[in-house]
DNA sequence: AGTTAAGGACCGAAATGGAG
DNA sequence: CTCCATTTCGGTCCTTAACT
């Protein structure tokens, strides 16, 4: 059965964080650095800090940071499920036996296979039961996030706050299949059922009056992240997310190293682009 | 069922700051 | 003061998870 087998590929991903919380314990660390963020809390549902402030944790206490991160898969006694607590932080590893790269990828894989195991399961209610009953208390995405890390040197290693956006393309029958939805679905934090009929019909009249082939896309901003940016060249570079500490394997003492400042919101950036909703409440715009 | 969140794996370019 | 490499931060497009 299924659950046996996300029991199992569970208790093979916990052992793998274990071991290598057990040998960066005794590694020879050259130097850790955590980014503490604030706890999250259920009113954070309801709105996305515009403020977020950083505290930085250096030295023996960093490391201990640094692994509880690593172990932090659970719910426990947490305001919410539904948004991750992020633990930037950056460690720099001396490794010559790549003891720890490996424990690194083995930890990865085991998250891999563990994700795998689960997703054989394709009804979303059957899935979700049968990943807490095998692992009561699971935060899943927290189990499914990698660790990064690199081996190579680097020109930099750097922090940043990022935003993005959630993007769908969509036509237009699609959209107004989506409004027609919308029209007969009560939505439980609407009051008032007449009114929304009525801003529903608005919003398909806007998109009924579009030409016959217009694209639409919904373009939905999502939260800030933290991400670790690793440079070589100008074109030679990736971020990854800085959800969990990332690893820098026999640092060079050229590679630069960056920080995760506080994030404070700004409206007036120059590079934020205008927006023209035709459907303010779900991000709708035309596309091209 | 609908909505929103997280994140992987990419890409593009404006802003910045140091070299000359 | 200009140039340009570096840095920062904008983005796409996709899937799945969690909550209401």
Request: glycine residues 2%; positive net charge.
């Amino acid at each position: 059965m299924n659950k046996f087998n996300i029991r199992s590929t569970f208790d093979i991903l916990n052992e793998h964080i274990s071991q290598l919380c057990r040998e960066l314990t005794e590694a020879d660390i050259k130097k850790a650095t955590f980014y503490e963020l604030p706890d999250i809390k259920k009113q954070d549902e309801e709105t996305a800090p515009t403020n977020i402030t950083v505290t930085k944790i250096e030295g023996e206490k960093a490391l201990s940071k640094c692994l509880d991160a690593y172990r932090d898969l659970y719910l426990n006694d947490r305001e919410s499920g539904k948004l991750l607590q992020r633990f930037p932080g950056l460690l720099l590893v001396n490794d010559p036996k790549e003891i720890i790269k490996s424990r690194v990828n083995a930890v990865n894989l085991a998250k891999e296979n563990f994700k795998n195991a689960i997703l054989e399961i394709s009804n979303n209610d059957a899935r979700f039961e049968a990943v807490h009953s095998a692992v009561p208390n699971l935060m899943t995405l927290a189990a499914y996030r990698k660790i990064h890390s690199e081996s190579t040197a680097p020109y930099s290693v750097r922090f940043t706050w990022m935003k993005k956006h959630a993007t769908r393309v969509l036509s237009k029958e699609l959209a107004m299949e989506m409004l027609n939805r919308s029209s007969l679905y009560s939505n439980p934090r609407m009051i008032d059922q007449e009114k929304w009929q009525q801003l529903v019909e608005q919003e398909k009249y806007r998109v009924s009056s579009l030409s016959e082939n217009a694209k639409l896309r919904i373009r939905r901003p999502t939260r800030v992240t933290p991400e670790v940016n690793v440079r070589y060249t100008a074109q030679n570079r990736y971020h990854v997310s800085a959800a969990l500490p990332f690893i820098l394997f026999n640092p060079h003492p050229d590679t630069k190293l960056g920080e995760l400042g506080h994030f404070t919101q700004k409206d007036d950036h120059p590079r934020k682009r205008e927006y023209n909703f035709l459907v303010d409440r779900i991000y709708l715009e035309r596309f091209e």
